[in-house]
T-cell receptor, first 113, second 114 residues
Framework: GDSVTQMEGPVTLSEEAFLTINCTYTATGYPSLFWYVQYPGEGLQLLLKATKADDKGSNKGFEATYRKETTSFHLEKGSVQVSDSAVYFC????????????FGDGTTLTVKP | GAVVSQHPSRVICKSGTSVKIECRSL??????MFWYRQFPKQSLMLMAT?????????EQGVEKDKFLINHASLTLSTLTVTSAHPEDSSFYIC??????????FGSGTRLTVV
């Protein structure tokens, strides 16, 4: 079945540091890939997505590129802020699996001033 | 566009009672909605797929008689936790597909059973 493996956390960075959160996946079909962000006590918000190989999703300074050859969708940001502190989930949605979303375990990011 | 409203955001109930959680797509029609459960510091686990006008499809290990799902209209799905017990305490999140933006999540419901 489909699965998502996400870099283990927690991750603690200083403000303006470079961020990478690794994500790899396995899927039977051709999935769409997503990064979601969850702030404390809140639901999930879509951060960015990519629907086919070599697509790059970007939003709020975050980027991720759909790499089919390495089955990866790593999240990056060049300069993190304290307000980026949250839990980040990598996910995939596979049309061959009735469109259900499969989530990684989440990575907690804490950015210190 | 593509807003999903989930209500209530927090609920505390006594053991043995039932709790209903609503998930509404405010500005689009959603023939399919999904219900997830999230334990503290863990990822989301899909509980069931809610299909408008038909029975929900439950994931393996989810008790359909305990977690009743009703998707009576194109904009509303409800999850009722029946005879709740402390082990049902969790964060429940719905998502809806549609509105041209793929999947949109609700803000979640924190259920505490005492």
């Amino acid at each position: 079945g489909d699965s998502v493996t996400q870099m283990e956390g927690p991750v603690t960075l200083s403000e303006e540091a470079f961020l990478t959160i690794n994500c790899t996946y396995t899927a039977t079909g051709y999935p769409s890939l997503f990064w979601y962000v969850q702030y404390p006590g809140e639901g999930l918000q879509l951060l960015l997505k990519a629907t086919k190989a070599d697509d790059k999703g970007s939003n709020k300074g975050f980027e991720a590129t759909y790499r089919k050859e390495t089955t990866s969708f790593h999240l990056e940001k060049g300069s993190v802020q304290v307000s980026d502190s949250a839990v980040y989930f990598c996910a995939l949605s596979d049309r061959t699996n009735a469109g259900k979303s499969t989530f990684g375990d989440g990575t907690t990011l804490t950015v210190k001033p | 566009g593509a807003v999903v409203s989930q209500h209530p955001s927090r609920v505390i109930c006594k053991s043995g009672t039932s709790v209903k959680i609503e998930c509404r797509s405010l500005d689009f029609q959603a023939t399919t909605m999904f219900w997830y459960r999230q334990f503290p510091k863990q990822s989301l686990m899909l509980m069931a797929t809610s299909n408008e006008g038909s029975k929900a499809t439950y994931e393996q290990g989810v008790e359909k008689d305990k977690f009743l799902i009703n998707h009576a209209s194109l904009t509303l799905s409800t999850l009722t936790v029946t005879s709740a017990h402390p082990e049902d305490s969790s964060f429940y999140i719905c998502s809806a597909r549609g509105g041209g933006r793929g999947y949109t999540f609700g803000s979640g419901t924190r259920l505490t059973v005492v």
